[in-house]
């Protein structure tokens, strides 16, 4: 399960990155969804191998990352 993981989360690092150039070179709707879905993914994976289960620290940056989904979504003249 941990390889499984580690993958998700190479996966999940290469979304951001992705996001953040989309966002440089001006296509600020994708650069946003890339970015929200890989910092959920992370924000999950992390929760999920910690030895520690304080909600806090899954509810927190998911609920972020999900607000920034519905800002990306309800941009008026995003490219």
């Known amino acids: 399960m941990k390889i499984a993981v580690d993958r998700i989360q190479i996966l999940a690092f290469a979304l951001i990155v992705l996001g953040i150039i989309f966002g440089i070179f001006d296509a600020v709707r994708t650069g946003a969804l890339l970015l929200s879905i890989g910092t959920g993914i ?5 929760y999920l191998r910690s030895n520690r289960r304080r909600k806090i620290e899954l509810i927190l940056p998911v609920g972020m990352a999900a607000l920034l989904f519905v800002v990306a979504l309800t941009l008026p003249h995003a490219k």
């Open 42 to 46: 992370v924000a999950t994976t992390k």
